[in-house]
C-alpha cells in the first residue's frame, strides 16, 4: 500500500495525462520497493522503427474538457427527457463505461422502455450497450460511426484523470463520483480482456529519463501567479488547477517498478515499468458494434442542428452523447477544447510495449504504432488546452517520432 | 368569390408555411418556402472567406476527408429542407473551428451564398442572401433535385 502511495501521483495519469509523472519520490520508492525482476528475465526489446517517413495517419482529438467535470444532469427539453453524459476530456474511453452506467441508470428510472442514444463515440456505443444490458430498446441517432467519430483519434490508453476536470471547480463531491465511474470501468473492460483480437489488451509502459528522478527537470514548474487561474480568467493557466483523483483507486491498479542497472533495456539512466491497459480501436470497435447489433439496437444515421430537434422523435428518453460537438448542438460554452494529436506508424506486433521520453509518448498497438508528444513544450497539462486546430501538424508529428527515433539510434540489443 | 378564395388560401398557405418552418426537418414535400436568392458578389467573397478560413480543413473543392465532413453531396443530403438560418447559425458559432465565432454575420451569408452555388443552387434573382437570422429562417436549404445529384461534376 505504502509503495502505490508513493507513486499515486504519477500512476494513472497515463499517457494523456501528464506533469504529474514526477520522479520526486523515486528513491525512497526503490528502497520502498525491494524487488525488481530478476536478472535475466526483462523480455527482450525489439526497438521501435521511429522514422517520419513511416506515418501511415496523423490523427487530431478535441477533448471535450469541462472544468466542472462531465455533464451528467438530467433536464426536460422538447418534451424529452434529457440524459446527458459527455465532455469527459482526455478520460472519455477510461471511464465510458461507468459514466454509462449512471447514465442508463437515470434513464431507466423513468419506466420508459424505448430511449434514444445521441451520437455513436465511445461514451454513445457504451450508453447504449448498458442501456441494453438494462432491458431497454435502444436506437443511436447519429452523424458518424467508428472510425469517424472524434473518441478514435485518442491514443486508446487507460487516463482515467486526464483533463477530467479543474479540482475546485468539481469540487469534493465529483471526486467520489470519479471513483465510482472509475472503478466501474476497469471492471467493465476486464470483462473484454484475452478475446480474440485482443479488443482490450496490457502493455508494459516504460517511462524513462536521463535525469535522476528527483531532479529539477521532473519537479512541476511552480504556478505563475500573475497568470492567474480559471477562478480570475475563466480559462485554467496551470497544471496544479487540474484534478488527480488516480491515488482514490490505487488499491486495484497495478504499481510501477523501478528498473535498476542491468534490468534497464534502454540507453537512458532511469527507467520505470508499469502495466497499461490499451483498447485496440478497430478489434474493440467493431465488437461493440457488434454486440449492439445482436442484441436487437438500432442505427439512424441522422444529424441534428437544434435541441427543438428532439421533438420529432418517437422516444421519450434521450441519452445524449455528442462529446465535443456539445459546443454547438448544446450551446455549451463551458467546453475547452484540449488539442491532441497522434500519428500513426506500421504495427510492430514484434515489440509490444510502450513507452514514455521527454513528453512523447509511444504505444505499440495492433492497429499501429501510435506515437504522441502529449508535453514537448514542458507545459504539462497545459499542453493543448483552448486550441481547437483540428488539422493535422506534420512538424509536430515529426518531432515526437524523433524523440523516439534518437532513443533506439542509441539502443543497445542485449544478446541472447 | 374566386379571387378572395384565393387569398385566403394564399395566407393561410403562407400561415401554413410559416408553422412549418419552426418545425425542423419537416418533410421535403412541405415546399421549400421562398426560393432562396443570392448574389454573385457574395458568391465571389464566399469564395475568399473559404479560401482563407475553411479550405485548410474541408478541401479547395469542398470534398472534405475521412474526418472532415464534405460540403458537397453528404453536405445537401444533411442540410436539404433545414431553415438557411440553421445552417448559417451552425457556421457563425460553430466555424472554423479553430477560431470559432469569428465570422461577421456578411462573411457568413457569403458562405452560405458560396456553398449554395458551389451545390448547383441557382439563385432565384440577383437580391443577396439575407444576414437576419429571421429572414433566413423563412428560406430553406434547397432539396438537391434527382437530376441534379445524378449529374456529376467533371
Known amino acids: 500500500m505504502k509503495r502505490r502511495d508513493l507513486f499515486a501521483a504519477s500512476l494513472a495519469a497515463g499517457i494523456m495525462g501528464s506533469t504529474r509523472r514526477g520522479w520526486a519520490a523515486t528513491p525512497d520508492a526503490a528502497a520502498a520497493l525491494g524487488r525488481t525482476a530478476l536478472h535475466g528475465t526483462i523480455p527482450r526489446i525489439v526497438p521501435i522503427r521511429a522514422h517520419a517517413d513511416q506515418i501511415m495517419d496523423i490523427k487530431v482529438c478535441l477533448r471535450p474538457f469541462r472544468p466542472a467535470g462531465p455533464r451528467m444532469d438530467v433536464e426536460h427539453v422538447a418534451g424529452k427527457t434529457v440524459v446527458h453524459n459527455y465532455g469527459h476530456g482526455g478520460s472519455g474511453w477510461s471511464l465510458s463505461w461507468g459514466a454509462a452506467y449512471m447514465a442508463v441508470g437515470h434513464a431507466a428510472a423513468t419506466l420508459e422502455r424505448k430511449v434514444a442514444v445521441i451520437g455513436c463515440g465511445i461514451i454513445g456505443l457504451t450508453s447504449a450497450l448498458t442501456a441494453q444490458r438494462a432491458g431497454l430498446d435502444v436506437t443511436i441517432y447519429t452523424r458518424d460511426l467508428l472510425p469517424h467519430t472524434r473518441s478514435v483519434r485518442a491514443n486508446g490508453s487507460w487516463t482515467p484523470d486526464s483533463r477530467i476536470a479543474l479540482t475546485q471547480q468539481a469540487g469534493p463531491e465529483f471526486a467520489r463520483t470519479w471513483e465510482k465511474m472509475a472503478r466501474y470501468s476497469w471492471q467493465t473492460y476486464r470483462d473484454y480482456l484475452g478475446m480474440p483480437g485482443n479488443p482490450i489488451d496490457f502493455r508494459d509502459n516504460y517511462t524513462l529519463s536521463d535525469t535522476a528522478p528527483d531532479a529539477a527537470d521532473h519537479v512541476p514548474a511552480p504556478a505563475d501567479a500573475a497568470k492567474g487561474s480559471f477562478a480570475t480568467t475563466g480559462m485554467p493557466q496551470n497544471s496544479a488547477e487540474f484534478a488527480e483523483y488516480a491515488s482514490l483507486i490505487s488499491d486495484i491498479i497495478p504499481a510501477p517498478e523501478l528498473l535498476a542497472g542491468a534490468d534497464n533495456p534502454f540507453p537512458v539512466a532511469y527507467a520505470r515499468r508499469t502495466p497499461l491497459m490499451i483498447y485496440n480501436f478497430g478489434s474493440y470497435g467493431h465488437l461493440l458494434l457488434e454486440e449492439f447489433h445482436q442484441a436487437g439496437g438500432r442505427i439512424v444515421i441522422r444529424e441534428f442542428h437544434s435541441p427543438s430537434d428532439l421533438a420529432d422523435l418517437p422516444e421519450r428518453v434521450v441519452i445524449n452523447c455528442p462529446g465535443y460537438a456539445a459546443r454547438d448542438w448544446w450551446n455549451d460554452k463551458s467546453l475547452i477544447p484540449v488539442r491532441g494529436q497522434t500519428s500513426w506508424l506500421p504495427p510492430q506486433p514484434d515489440a509490444s510495449y510502450a513507452l514514455e521520453y521527454k513528453g512523447a509518448a509511444m504505444i505499440s498497438k495492433s492497429d499501429g504504432v501510435m506515437i504522441q508528444g502529449y508535453d514537448m513544450s514542458g507545459l504539462g497539462e497545459m499542453d493543448g488546452v483552448g486550441n481547437s486546430f483540428e488539422h493535422p501538424d506534420r512538424a509536430e508529428a515529426e518531432k515526437a517520432i524523433a524523440i523516439i527515433g534518437d532513443l533506439f539510434t542509441r539502443f543497445q540489443p542485449r544478446a541472447g | ?154
Open chain 2, 1 to 154: 368569390m374566386t379571387r378572395s378564395f384565393t387569398l385566403r388560401t394564399a395566407l393561410l398557405a403562407s400561415v401554413l408555411s410559416v408553422f412549418l418552418l419552426h418545425t425542423a426537418h419537416a418533410a421535403s414535400q412541405s415546399g421549400n418556402g421562398h426560393a432562396v436568392s443570392f448574389s454573385a458578389e457574395q458568391v465571389a467573397h464566399g469564395a475568399q472567406i473559404y479560401a482563407g478560413a475553411c479550405a485548410m480543413c474541408h478541401g479547395a473543392d469542398l470534398e472534405g476527408g475521412h474526418d472532415v465532413p464534405d460540403l458537397s453531396t453528404y453536405f445537401t443530403a444533411r442540410w436539404a429542407n433545414t431553415p438557411i438560418d440553421q445552417l448559417a447559425g451552425y457556421i457563425s458559432r460553430a466555424m472554423p473551428l479553430m477560431a470559432p465565432g469569428t465570422l461577421p454575420p456578411q462573411d457568413t451569408a457569403a458562405l452560405v451564398a458560396f456553398l449554395l452555388h458551389q451545390n448547383g443552387v441557382v439563385s432565384a434573382t440577383d437580391a443577396p442572401l439575407p444576414m437576419e437570422e429571421a429572414r433566413l429562417a423563412k428560406l430553406r436549404f434547397p432539396a438537391p433535385s434527382a437530376s441534379s445529384a445524378a449529374a456529376t461534376k467533371p
